[in-house]
């Protein structure tokens, strides 16, 4: 608006006031005096086009007031600000002015409608926005302010850094040299350079605070907390065992090392026993190998002495084991078979040495070694001295590592380490020789059939006659003991010849009233006929019938009911499948009988002597598949026969025990291999 124009609007307002000023005074042309109780306000713009507005009304005449204090308005905090950074509110609109008000900031810039940030002293108007902008602390959990002021209204803008979160490094000092399997736990470390809680977690291990419970899981700690580590060394030597942890983002490692390995593997024999003989060329040996690292090698050193001059060595050799597994090159010597070359009549010794992964190796002077004779199974071994001289019945006793075997009118003692013989029980009796040996363990007695028909018993520990039984009327081979779901009694099978027309009948006798029972009667089918063999398992007996019969289909393994007394055929040429059943051998002169059986536990299944046949047969208890688990026959003579009645098995030794009553020889068998060799025996005059 021009001054000139402005002078145009001043001059107007005064006539108007003037000339309402004489209507309210009754003037302008007439007297009178004013109307009572009557008032009039007079809008006067200052806008000369607003002039025919003028007029009167009941209201008061306003004049607009200048206003310059804003609404009250706010800043929103920010906290976990980076370090140093450079921080913007939240634009705020301010209302509540009519005229531009002025704009002043401590600490901090203000931009207006996104104008230059600027520290200057300023202005703003209704309805525009502003926001403060600030540079963050450079240091952890503090906060820096800007106060903005408008016109006379203030506000603060505040920023707070983040929390420091990430503590001083740390360290925990190695456990070395560290036993195995063993838990160890670290030196204490104090958390420093944080200033807010922090989390912590672990692996391979667990941790403490300030000295309380070590726990794997994960939690929190605080400047001056204390933390200890603790880890289990490894089962291995010179081999180590990293504990972590991390606090607040860093880490550090606590490191157990065992110490290093300089023990050697242990490596053993576990077939044939210590002192045997064979009369073949080549034997397969078997054994373990352990160590708490990796075991490289395992071979077997074999060094052959002259019978005749046994200090003269006649060779030395060496066999590489083939181990129980190898996969992809890894080889599993937990287990391990080797066949060794036999030298003819000689002693062969054979030792055998490991090697593991640091280089640690048996001694050949300290190797575990067996010896095995190399000789014609017509020669005694290990001498002469005591032999049988009728063996038909053996028994073993693992708990004092031998045999006892029934021989005429005594019970001999065999050590299975070396195979020498002595006598154990003489008794004066009518009894040419006692068979079906059966030893109670619990109550330290040996038990034993005179005659087949009269039970005695002996003390195990010394050989003492304690009583004997007059028993149930009939004969038996066959004798076991039953201790399964309560019961404490011996089971024997009456063995009744083929040709007749009943079976035998199953009894027992109680080791507590010391009387016979009636188990399963003679006419009870499919008949039991000839019957030299039983074994108990749980609430089943298994029994060999059909003898020495011509007649294959004859030849059974008969399963009784313990409870009832009830037979079922088990396995025969038509039950069960895999390997026959032999009757009539290929020589045509002799035929084939079932004997001794035993159940291995380990593979669930029979082990029955086909006796004349030589041959041992596994029968699986849960397929009934049948099948040839060794030939014992005898090499480099003319008469080849086993002829067995008697069978025993020794879970803790893992060997089969023949009693071959052609040689008056006891064979043992290796359960894993089939391998036979020969425990002792006297010298025969045939071939």
Excluded at 190 to 216: L, Q
Excluded at 312 to 334: N, R
Excluded at 532 to 553: E, F, H, K, M, P
Aim: glycine share 8%.
């Amino acid at each position: 608006m021009t001054i000139a124009t402005l002078h145009r609007v001043f001059s107007r307002t005064v006539l108007i006031l003037g000339f309402a000023s004489l209507v309210a005074c009754g003037g302008g042309g007439g007297g009178g005096s004013p109307a009572a109780n009557t008032s009039s306000t007079v809008a006067v713009s200052s806008n000369s086009s607003n002039l025919s507005q003028i007029g009167t009304s009941s209201s008061t005449s306003s004049v607009p007031v200048v206003d310059t204090t804003p609404n009250p308005y706010s800043f929103t905090a920010v906290v976990d600000a980076e370090l140093s950074a450079v921080i913007e509110s939240a634009p705020v609109t301010i209302s509540g002015i009519n005229t531009a008000t002025t704009v002043s900031i401590t600490g901090g810039e203000y931009s207006i409608n996104g104008s230059a940030f600027t520290a200057s002293a300023g202005s703003i108007s209704n309805g525009q926005n502003i926001v403060v902008r600030v540079t963050a602390s450079a240091s952890h959990s503090t906060t820096v302010s800007a106060q903005l002021t408008l016109g006379d209204v203030a506000a603060t803008f505040s920023v707070t850094t983040k929390a420091d979160t990430t503590p001083d490094a740390f360290t925990f000092e190695p456990a070395i040299n560290a036993a195995l399997d063993t838990a160890y736990t670290s030196n204490s470390i104090t958390v420093s350079g944080i200033d807010a809680a922090v989390p912590i977690s672990i692996s391979g291990g667990e941790y403490s605070i300030n000295g309380g419970e070590f726990t794997s899981a994960s939690g929190t700690v605080s400047v001056n907390n204390t933390v200890r580590l603790k880890g289990v060394s490894a089962n291995n030597n010179k081999a180590s065992v990293d504990v972590v942890v991390t606090i607040g983002g860093v880490s550090a490692v606590y490191t157990i090392t065992t110490l290093p390995d300089t023990i050697p593997p242990v490596a053993e024999f576990k077939f044939p026993t210590p002192y045997t003989m064979s009369e073949a060329d080549s034997v397969k040996v078997r054994g373990t190998a352990t160590d708490n690292n990796t075991i490289t090698s395992v071979k077997v050193v074999v060094r052959s002495y002259d019978l005749a001059t046994p200090d003269s060595m006649i060779s030395s050799d060496e066999f590489e084991v083939t181990p129980i597994a190898d996969i992809d090159g890894v080889k599993d010597f937990s287990s391990w078979t080797a066949s060794i070359t036999l030298t003819a009549n000689a002693e062969n010794e054979i030792k055998v040495i490991a090697t593991d992964e640091h280089g640690n190796t048996t001694a050949l002077e300290e190797a575990n070694k067996v010896v095995i004779r190399q000789a014609n199974v017509r020669n005694a071994f290990p001498d002469e001295v005591g032999q049988f001289e009728v063996a038909r019945s053996s028994v073993l006793d693992s708990e004092r590592n031998r045999v006892l075997v029934a021989d005429r009118r005594k019970v001999m003692a065999v050590d299975i380490a070396t195979g020498k013989q002595s006598v154990f029980v003489e008794y004066e009796s009518t009894c040419g020789s006692l068979f079906a040996l059966t030893i109670d363990h619990q109550n330290a007695r040996l038990y034993g059939l005179c005659e087949r028909s009269i039970l005695m018993a002996f003390d195990l520990r010394n050989g003492s006659f304690i009583e004997d039984y007059i028993a149930f009327g009939g004969a038996a081979f066959a004798m076991s003991l039953d201790r399964e779901n309560g019961r404490n009694r011996l089971v024997l099978v009456e063995n009744i010849y083929a040709f007749t027309n009943s079976g035998g009948r199953v009894f027992g006798f109680s080791l507590d009233s010391r009387e016979f029972s009636l188990i399963s009667a003679a006419n009870e089918q499919p008949l039991i006929k000839d019957s030299y063999g039983i074994a108990v398992d749980g609430d089943n007996y298994w029994v060999t019938s059909g003898g020495q019969l011509a007649d294959a289909a004859q030849h059974k393994v008969i399963k009784v009911n313990a409870i009832t007394g009830k037979h079922e055929v088990f396995s025969d040429n038509t039950v069960g499948s895999g390997e026959p059943f032999s009757a009539l051998l290929p020589d045509g002169n002799n035929t084939a009988a079932l004997t001794g059986l035993v159940k291995d536990k380990k593979y669930n299944r029979l082990i029955v002597m086909e006796n004349i046949a030589n041959k041992l047969l596994a029968i699986d208890l849960t397929t009934g598949e049948r099948s040839l688990f060794s030939n014992v026959t005898y090499t480099g003579v003319g008469s080849t026969v086993v002829n067995s009645i008697n069978m025993d098995f020794d879970e803790q030794n893992e060997f089969l025990l023949i009693t071959d009553g052609m040689r008056e020889a006891l064979i043992i068998v290796d359960r894993e291999t089939g391998e036979k060799v020969i425990l002792t025996k006297p010298k025969n005059s045939f071939q």
